[in-house]
């Protein structure tokens, strides 16, 4: 390579993800969406409650979409759910505050599921996601941007050991011996503080 030639750095591109205001926003649109019908009312509320169950628990949108009523346990406040990873199958626990599990209930109730709680598949909700933010005017973005902006909103509030284990991660610039201390218990503790 010539002298005069200079390698330029690859720049990354910023780390997207949803933030608070947006999170705001994108609640208020769907409370005042117009819903002429049933079947589009039903789907305003499964959505809106699939992206504030994705923006609280930092789920996997995959993990979210499988998840049934059997898995919540209202006692606890808890959500236990598989996931698989590589070639085995690994039970998870998180902990769920009241609002959401209040959502969850209400939703539960007003449309009459019994088992599956969100009826899709990942592709049509992140098709309907972007829809949402262009209606208010942002960037559309993926459910995975959900995710992302929990980890974000935690971070720099709560241990970062409490942050992997919401997001499922053992070696998230944590030891795997300090994953495995947190319990749905501790992490309910810590994220008690976070709002």
Not at 108 to 115: A, G, H
Request: include cysteine; charge should be positive.
């Amino acid at each position: 390579m010539p002298d005069s030639v200079v390698p330029t750095k690859t720049r990354k591109k910023p780390d997207e993800y949803f933030t608070q205001s947006e999170i705001d926003s994108l609640m208020e649109h769907l409370d005042n969406l117009m819903v002429p019908t049933l079947c589009k009312a039903f789907l305003r509320d499964r959505d809106k409650l699939l992206i504030s169950l994705l923006w609280n628990t930092g789920l996997r949108i995959s993990d979210a979409l499988n998840i049934k009523l059997d898995n919540i346990d209202l006692k606890n406040e808890s959500l236990t759910f598989q996931i698989r990873k590589r070639s085995k199958v690994i039970d998870r626990s998180i902990s769920l505050d009241r609002a959401l599990l209040y959502e969850i209930i209400k939703y539960r109730d007003t449309w009459r599921i019994s088992s599956l709680l969100f009826d899709m598949s990942r592709d049509n909700f992140d098709k309907r996601l972007k829809g949402y933010c262009e209606g208010i005017g942002i960037k559309p973005k993926s459910a995975q941007k959900l995710r992302k902006g929990m980890a974000m909103r935690l971070h720099g509030k709560v241990p970062k050991e409490i942050i992997a284990y919401r997001l499922g991660r053992s070696g998230i610039q944590t030891g795997d011996e300090a994953y495995t201390k947190i319990t749905p218990e501790i992490e309910k503790r810590f994220l008690k503080e976070v709002k």
